[in-house]
């Protein structure tokens, strides 16, 4: 077995845009347009970019649950699809695999069936996995449930008597049921107060090192990002435009979208000095069509090259990738 | 942790119906509905005459202490047969429903969750059948399969799915959209199970609704067949054919405990389930009342 746990290899994800009366398809939004990610057993992979880069859709598509436009990816060694080689796994075998990627929910209030106890919302993975029946499965949630810092008592109550922490916690528990190997976490921590956020965060360490899981973390925090995170991708328009280490990215930013991003940042400290760099312009609509680099429009250093010829991602240093013409190997501009 | 065990923990559905006590109309309804289901359950304990009865000397008995609310023009107590003829009209009233319901909601939710083609083919079906004019169809049928109960719950089911389908597959639209649909996907939930599990317990709501209000419907048309002599068969009593055996002149004018009491039956009853339906539609969606 490889070191890494799953890999993707171009993902994309168009969805159709439909006009007039015959409801044709006059365009597509590129949503995730070629996604390549390889994400290390162990580790926690940060997706940031700003809102509507395509980062959730990224996440969900790597996990087969919206349809991959094209793009293939490996879980352990097992294709789940491959669109250009016409590989996909059955619908039962996508079944099996659901117990070892789970994923969490950015909306704690639209996440949990109101309908449902605390304790069949845990247990309905277990449970429909036929991993135990009904009562000890409703057992073990009690168990996650503590683990995850709520009373096992909480089982027979309605998620609607819990505050958003509370649910998140809920919601992490599901996730947890299955004992998976590998967690989409799609920004958990956006719809929580931030004395909650942290709470949540020291939560999902704990977990990661009791249980050994792999996080793939969505997020628009950066100031989050960098110290949860050991790796991180910066998305742009469905791309990734800049990926290394957290260490990387934050001390050596290459591409100018990753210098803005950082400057955004608020200072921590009132003496700090620092460059604010404001981007000109809006981002482009992702349906539009480019010919060049999608942050040309926006960049503060474009040259003609850039509106002509597609940025490839490139190495300049071990495992800092930056797709830019302008940045040089070893990262100078 | 000892208290939290103590305190006891209410479900949507009991917060919905505590909700529902506090409306006075609807407990009105409601009460008046329980009388009318429970004497015509227990109908031969309330009555000492047989149904059908023929008593030719006594016909066209005014109320009095031994018939109640009369007799008709063949001696047959009519208080009897109101009774009885409960049992007929809110037993085809349920039967239709629920024909109704389960056509409706299983093509609803099949359409909505599913989308495309299957969706487009559903509701154009529903277009069709909701162009069908109620009554000439129903008389159709009841003059082709001849005029009985079951035709009347049949046809009264078969046409008045339309609607609930609609109400469950805009409802259906909505709700998988939402993310916990999307979490039971990510668990490994098939579409069946996410339909039967999580998409129908919260669909729940207007489909009672609609259910009550489609009861008091059904109790309508089959007054309505019954009246025109295409519903259910004498000598079985129902609401419908006692007042269509009421319709002459003479009995309009001379008669009156004969077509009184079963038109006001089904007056109130009507009333009732409506102003239950009205109420149980507030307290399960609290959202449509601001």
């Known amino acids: 077995m490889s070191e890494y746990l799953i890999r993707a290899r171009g993902i994309k994800k168009h969805f159709p845009i439909h006009d007039g009366v015959f409801c044709r398809t006059v365009g597509y939004v590129k949503a995730v347009d070629g996604v390549s990610i390889d994400i290390k057993k162990g580790e926690i992979f940060g997706l940031v970019g700003e809102s509507g880069c395509g980062k959730s859709t990224t996440g969900r598509t790597l996990i087969n649950l919206i349809e991959p ?3 293939s990816v490996t879980f352990e060694d097992k294709v789940i699809y491959d669109v250009e080689n016409k590989i996909k796994v059955s619908a039962k075998e996508m079944q099996a695999l659901r117990r070892d990627i789970q994923m969490i929910f950015q909306d704690p209030y639209a996440s949990l069936d109101p309908r449902m106890t605390v304790g069949e919302i845990v247990a309905e993975g277990i449970v429909k996995h036929k991993m135990a029946k009904k009562k000890e499965a409703i057992e073990k949630s009690m168990a996650l449930l503590e683990l995850c810092g709520l009373r096992g008592s909480n089982v027979n109550k309605y998620p609607h008597e819990f505050s958003g922490g509370q649910r998140q916690r809920i919601g992490i528990a599901r996730a947890l049921a299955l004992n998976p190997k590998f967690i989409v976490a799609d920004e958990p921590i956006a719809a929580l107060d931030v004395s909650i956020q942290s709470q949540v965060l020291i ?13 793939l973390f969505i997020s628009h925090d950066l100031g989050i990002v960098k110290y949860f995170c050991d790796r991180i991708g910066v998305m742009y328009l469905g791309n990734i435009v800049e990926q290394g280490t957290s260490e990387q990215l934050f001390s050596n930013p290459q591409h100018p979208y990753t210098k803005s991003l950082l400057s955004a940042v608020p200072k921590t400290h009132p003496r700090e000095v620092r460059e604010r760099i404001i981007l000109k312009g ?23 090259k850039c509106n002509q010829e597609i940025p490839e991602l490139r190495e300049i240093e071990k495992d800092h990738l930056v797709s830019c013409h302008c940045v040089k190997l070893g990262g100078k501009i | 942790m000892s208290l939290d065990k103590s305190v006891k923990s209410q479900s949507p559905w009991q917060i919905g119906f505590e909700r529902l006590k506090k409306n006075r109309l609807a407990m009105i309804g409601f009460t008046l509905l329980c009388i009318v289901v429970t004497i015509s359950v227990f109908a031969p304990l309330l009555t000492s005459y047989d149904r059908d009865a023929i008593d030719t000397l006594n016909s066209y008995q005014k109320p009095s202490a031994e018939h109640w609310l009369g007799t008709d023009e063949l001696g047959r107590d009519t208080f009897t047969r109101l009774l009885y003829g409960g049992r007929i009209s809110l037993s085809v009233g349920l039967v239709s429903t629920s024909i109704a319901v389960l056509i409706g909601v299983i093509l609803g939710t099949t359409g909505g969750y599913h989308g495309g083609h299957i969706d487009n083919i559903i509701m154009r079906i529903v277009d069709i059948f909701m162009c069908f004019p109620f009554f000439l169809i129903a008389i159709v049928v009841a003059a082709i399969l001849g005029p009985s109960i079951w035709n009347v719950m049949i046809i009264s089911g078969i046409l008045g799915w339309t609607g609930i389908a609609r109400i469950v597959r805009a409802e259906v ?5 939402r993310e916990f649909i999307e979490a039971a996907r990510a668990l ?21 609704v609609y259910a009550t209000l489609g009861i008091a419907r059904g109790i309508l048309s089959e007054a309505g067949l019954s009246f025109l002599g295409l ?11 006692m007042l269509a055996a009421a319709q002459s002149m003479r009995s309009l004018r001379l008669h009156w405990w004969l077509w009184i009491p079963p038109g006001c039956l089904v007056f109130f009853m009507i009333l009732s389930i409506n102003f239950l339906g009205d109420g149980l539609r507030d307290a399960l969606d609290p959202k449509l009342k601001q």
Not at chain 1, 203 to 215: A, H, I, P, R, S
Not at chain 2, 231 to 241: H, L
């Open chain 1, 69 to 71: 436009t094209s793009g």
């Open chain 1, 203 to 215: 939560l999902m360490q704990e977990l990661k090192e009791k249980l050994g899981l792999t996080y």
């Open chain 1, 282 to 304: 809006d981002v482009p609509s992702p349906a539009s069509h480019f010919t060049g680099c999608k942050f040309y429009s926006r960049c503060p250093n474009a040259i003609e």
């Open chain 2, 173 to 177: 639209l909505s709700l998988k959209e």
């Open chain 2, 188 to 208: 490994g939930l098939n579409s069946r199970d996410i339909i039967i599990k999580h998409i129908i317990p919260n669909i729940m709501a207007p489909i009672i």
């Open chain 2, 231 to 241: 519903g259910v068969k004498p000598p079985t009593p129902s609401w419908g054919n």
